[in-house]
């Protein structure tokens, strides 16, 4: 393991690696051996020019269902509910297309992305305090991406319906419970979920194509699945606390395994409460990430052994090549300050690999998103095409699909120096699903 961290050499590093990689701002935070270390290279806005500064406010996306689930285990350790609660206990009101998962989706589901809803809904249901009331109101019409509790599939409805549900339980607004539970509680003085409170200090713009994004943040409505905005020392603060008993009594019950990633090349190989769960080299890593309308953030916790101190590291980054910008600069990271490589991404094999590829063809299909799997010339291409809320703030992506194995394939977007990668699956039923982006996405014809 390296010694002492070298501040002008990250300075430097932190401005090398967002000209790589082409990201307008980032912001940088880790703690190592009880010290917190901060650094900021960038614009925040390219038109603009603002600069980058270390208490600059990004969106961290969805390193706030961590928050979220925060919330949820404060009041599970209170004895206000339990992680097998079914949400209708809590939420009588509560509706999903489907009867009986309405009746049996527990609250375990929801934090573990096993629900199987079909939650990638983006509706804006106002700016008032009742708009996650209404938000779940509207997931009736949601129907069943995979069946409770068969496989893992990002719900980001299932993390606003966990914020109802804190709601319900402190009789406060979710932003309002998530200050009283967690942010006031860790003395974090620049970490906010309101565009009018991140307005007061210095505040990212998200870039997309090298231009500042047509708006500036999701809707108030999908807060407790991706609202949070801070600076990176902040969300480093609520990561150590996860190390220790500052904020939960047992942090550690969030890492249990709850579900097995069925492509475990992208974020890591279990879900367990909220967290990421994933193995370096023998140690222990609980991670999370987050993508909002054109920025992207990372936070890593690595715990400490008998002989190595704990490390916990934010990255926050406002547009650019933001995968491989991470990717990059964690391997540089976690290499001197715990002596670990971090996994490379996974790419094509050395020798082509031969496999049938014409049972993956055709189409599959979830909320949010249209895949074509067709084969052309006896090679694989995949088009996805984003539909919903979202549809136009993203043109439809084609990719060549190159097989690694019988079932897993990865694929390079035209411009991007890192590659994806894909699984294509079958439940215990034998209905197919591929499983990309974290999500399954079953084949509809």
């Not at 969805?62 to 009041?75: F, G, Y």
């Amino acid at each position: 393991m390296a010694g002492a961290v070298d501040p002008r050499r990250w300075h430097d590093r932190l401005a090398e690696l967002i000209a790589e990689y082409e990201v307008p701002g980032a912001n940088l935070a880790f703690l190592y051996e009880g010290e917190v270390h901060e650094f900021a290279a960038g614009l925040l806005n390219v038109d603009t020019g603002v600069e980058a500064t270390t208490d600059s406010l990004f969106q961290i996306g969805s390193i706030t269902k961590v928050w979220t689930a925060t919330q949820i285990m404060l009041l599970v350790e209170q004895g206000a509910l339990t992680l097998d609660t079914p949400v209708s206990e809590v939420l009588p009101e509560f509706r999903v297309a489907d009867p009986e998962v309405t009746r049996t989706v527990t609250i375990r589901h929801l934090l573990s992305h096993t629900s199987g809803i079909d939650g990638d809904l983006f509706l804006d249901t106002g700016r008032g305090d009742d708009c996650v009331e209404k938000y779940v109101a509207a997931c009736a019409d949601l129907a069943q991406n995979h069946p409770l509790g068969a496989t893992q599939s990002y719900c980001n409805s299932g993390f606003v319906v966990a914020g109802r549900v804190v709601e319900r339980l402190t009789g406060k607004v979710w932003d309002a419970a998530l200050r009283e539970q967690v942010i006031e509680p860790l003395g974090l003085t620049h970490t906010w979920t309101l565009p009018e409170d991140v307005l007061r200090f210095r505040a990212a713009m998200g870039h997309m194509d090298g231009r500042p994004a047509p708006v500036s943040s999701l809707m108030r409505s999908c807060g407790p699945a991706g609202l949070v905005s801070a600076r990176p020392a902040d969300v480093v603060a609520f990561g150590r606390a996860h190390l220790g008993t500052g904020l939960l009594a047992d942090p550690r019950a969030m890492w249990e395994p709850q579900v097995d990633i069925p492509n475990p090349y992208t974020l890591g190989k279990q879900w367990g409460l909220g967290w990421i769960l994933d193995e370096w080299q023998g140690r222990r890593l609980i991670s999370h990430g987050g993508n909002t309308i054109g920025q992207a953030a990372m936070l890593w916790v690595l715990p400490a052994t008998d002989t190595q101190p704990e490390v916990v590291v934010c990255s926050l980054t406002n547009g650019g090549h933001t995968a491989a910008f991470h990717h990059a600069l964690s391997t540089e990271l976690f290499a001197e300050l715990a002596g670990i490589a971090v996994p490379p991404v996974l790419g094509p094999p050395a020798e082509p690999f031969q496999t049938d590829l014409e049972r993956y063809t055709g189409v599959y299909e979830r909320a949010g998103s249209r895949m074509t799997v067709s084969l052309r010339d006896g090679r694989l291409f995949l088009l996805n095409e984003v539909t919903g809320a979202l549809a136009g703030l993203q043109p439809p992506l084609e990719i060549e699909l190159v097989a690694v194995d019988d079932t897993t394939f990865v694929g390079r977007p035209e411009g991007e120096p890192q590659w994806l990668s894909a699984v294509f699956y079958e439940l215990a039923d034998g209905s197919p699903y591929i499983h990309l982006g974290v999500r399954a996405t079953p084949k509809i014809a």
